[in-house]
């Protein structure tokens, strides 16, 4: 069995399919890439969310910012816990 195509024709198929690999892989490299960028905003802006229904249950007590918010008081507590528990940067 050949290792390599026999004919020309064979030989340009193997090519092009070679290149369209090529771009496919880089298609999905490039969307990995912008996948990551766009989560580092996501990061960003949960953090200023979380922060923001802390100030409020600071301002307006658990209970109260539960119902403003339509967040389940457990979930402000876990905030409240991870604030806590994660150092404030120093920025």
Do not use: F, H, I, W
Not at 2 to 19: I, K
Not at 32 to 45: D, G, H
Not at 60 to 88: C, I, Q
């Amino acid at each position: 069995m050949a290792r390599y195509p026999v004919n020309e024709t064979s030989r340009q198929r193997l090519l092009e399919a070679q290149r369209a690999e090529a771009e496919a892989l880089r298609a999905v490299d490039d969307a990995r890439r912008a996948r990551e960028r766009v989560q580092v905003k996501v990061n960003r802006a949960d953090a200023v969310l979380s922060r923001a229904k802390l100030d409020l249950v600071s301002v307006s007590g658990l209970g109260r910012a539960a119902v403003l918010t339509n967040v389940p008081p457990t979930e402000l507590r876990r905030l409240m816990r991870e604030a806590k528990a994660t150092p404030v940067d120093s920025q």
